[in-house]
């Protein structure tokens, strides 16, 4: 074997390569057919594909619990999100392998994080920021090489918010362009 370590270090790489090479040997007519090669193959491969569904979940509660922590920021669990959001953090930082990069689906972790604390909040008859973007505003170096800031995090996610014409009423501004004040 090439790399002996490719296992430990990089599971959904090996995953990919041993039913790659699987597949490979199954093709060979010289080869028994009582292995089911292609079956073999893929359920190596699920084996990498669980790695990175794993770390996207760990993602998803660590952005919902940033989110909930950020729209109900009075609320009795508050305390309790934020353990939540360095435990979930950790954990995905922990089975991240920087090989999982481009297979994260980044667009679905962020859009079913904020489906998920907008559900929870329901139940503390909160509601979400408004005016969230698109797409993550939290990079993924951020969220999964280092210990996460949450402070820093919140303040990024708070910024990122796209004022809503709701909360532009809160706002006058006089005669002088550029200047506000408020009510």
């Known amino acids: 074997m090439d790399r002996p ?8 790489t090996w995953a990919e390569e041993q039913a790659a090479a699987l597949r490979a040997l199954g093709s060979r007519a010289e080869l028994s057919n009582a292995v089911d090669w292609e079956n073999v193959a893929e359920e ?7 790695q ?15 989110l909930k922590r950020l729209s109900a920021p009075d609320a009795p669990a508050r305390g309790h999100w934020r353990d939540e ?4 953090q950790l954990s995905a930082r ?8 481009q297979r994260l689906n980044w667009a679905r972790i962020w859009q079913d994080a904020k489906e998920r604390a907008e559900q929870s909040l ?9 005016g969230l973007p698109p797409d ?3 990079s993924p170096e951020l969220l999964l090489e280092s210990i996460l800031d949450i402070d820093d995090a919140l303040l990024r996610l708070a910024g990122s918010a796209i004022p809503t014409p709701s909360d532009r009423s809160q706002f006058t ?11």
């Open 85 to 88: 959001i360095a435990t979930f």
């Open 94 to 101: 922990v089975r991240y392998e920087p090989a999982m990069r």
């Open 122 to 130: 329901r139940m503390y008859d909160d509601t979400m920021l408004p």
């Open 44 to 50: 190596i491969e699920s084996v990498g594909r669980s």
């Open 5 to 12: 370590s490719l296992y430990d270090d990089d599971i959904v």
């Open 173 to 183: 501004f006089d005669a002088k362009p550029k200047t506000r004040t408020t009510r």
């Open 136 to 138: 993550c505003p939290l």
């Open 52 to 66: 990175v569904r794993t770390v996207e979940s760990l993602l998803v509660q660590t952005l919902a619990h940033l």
